[in-house]
């Protein structure tokens, strides 16, 4: 068997290892247009504010692991066309500028996605800089080391956790986003309307509903100016959203209207011998039963894992995703899964919710935190549709638990009699998330 594997990040590396190791026999190689592999992006902002202070840690494989395994990795190679009918492949070596061509009988996609890039006037201007991959990451931390002025563009994970690291590096900090709050698409505005006004507090500019029309400067970037106001940045930062990388196989196999190539619970594209996994695919959303694009880590290791199990025969089914993510900023511990109020109602469920408020120990325990709990639940069935947790407590694995009782179907009424431990170290005799099915049923 001859395998192709077109991108190495995340879901290319967890494929390209479960293929190896299932078929040591296997022909694999490797064609990444980068000089690594694995590079967990998610731990950019860590690195930029210093408290990743080896950035090898940010990788956990490499080409020489890989090639350990038996396979070959071909870096620095960009594949620019692929056949497939003919299963044929034609690449470029990007040191040598050789094009050459390959067959394959199975082929990976695991391409990822790259950040969204508008067409903004002056956007070419120097210290405009993307967050994405780890030579991005460098230049950041560079340029950094001479700005004063700061501005990031778009409120989401990345951005907001970039927010908190140049804050932390004692620069001046503007946030920037078209929509009216922050991390709109994972929290509700009980939870973002928290770590706006902490944001505040630091003295972080917050420019919301606000959209940027234009940036100034000579050589490089002095000012960003929006719809409602104008800001002056010596580094500026997009972080805007993603875009899925799919452009090879447009129109020869399935994909949602973005890109997001579609597969089965198998990892199979509508195309025979074509495999996909990570952020180029859709991924089941459980909460609303449809395809989704959700561009996240755990969703990438599990779709190039189960790609490595199902490249020979259907073997292990994905049983989809909640699309369950966790953020730490400043004092507080945050984690959402499956659906926000605000979402459910935008695609049409009629769900209602319930909200506590509880200390995380036994207020005779020296010490204890407040915990807002969120949980959204389907208004006839009573099914868990979504939660959200904050805290200056780590309450944060909480949401897993959600995230299990989402993908099961349980009901909020189910949620009230889960067989949780108690201990005073850690929480009360009733859990809060006990607690929330309880006074839902009220």
Known sequence: MKVAVVGCTHAGTAAVTNIATRYPEADITVYERNDNVSFLSCGIALYVGGVVKDPKGLFYSSPEKLEEMGVTMKMKHEVLDIDSINNRIRVKNLNTKEVFEDDYDKLVMATGSWPIIPPIEGIQLNNILLSKNYTQANTIIERAKEAKRVTVIGAGYIGVELVEAFQKYGKEVTLIDGENRILSKYLDPEFTNIIEEDFKTRGIRLALNETVTRFEGEEHVSKVVTTRGEYEADLVILSVGFRPNTDLLKGQVEMMPNGAIIVDEYMRTSKENIFAAGDSCAI????????????????????????????????????????????????????????????????????????????????FMPDY??????????????????????????????????????????????????????????????????????????
């Open 369 to 442: 935190e407040v915990i807002t709990l969120k949980v959204v639940y389907e208004e006839d069935t009573r099914r868990i549709l979504g939660a959200q947790v904050i805290s200056k407590a780590d309450v944060t694995q909480s949401i897993n638990t959600l995230s299990v009782c989402i993908q099961n179907k349980m009901t909020i009424d189910e949620l009230g009699y889960i067989d949780f431990f108690f201990q005073p170290h850690f929480n009360k005799p009733w859990n809060f998330l006990n607690q929330a099915g309880l006074q839902a049923a009220l």
């Open 284 to 363: 089941q959303y459980n909460p609303t039963g449809e395809n989704a694009y959700i561009p996240l880590a755990t969703n990438a290791v599990r779709m190039g894992t189960l790609v490595g199990q199902n490249i020979m025969k259907p073997t292990i089914r994905y049983m989809g995703t909640q699309g369950t993510s966790g953020l730490h900023l400043f004092d507080h511990s945050m984690a959402s899964t499956g659906l926000t109020e605000k979402a459910a109602i935008s695609v049409g469920k009629h769900v209602r919710t319930i909200t506590i408020k509880e200390n995380n120990r036994p207020e």
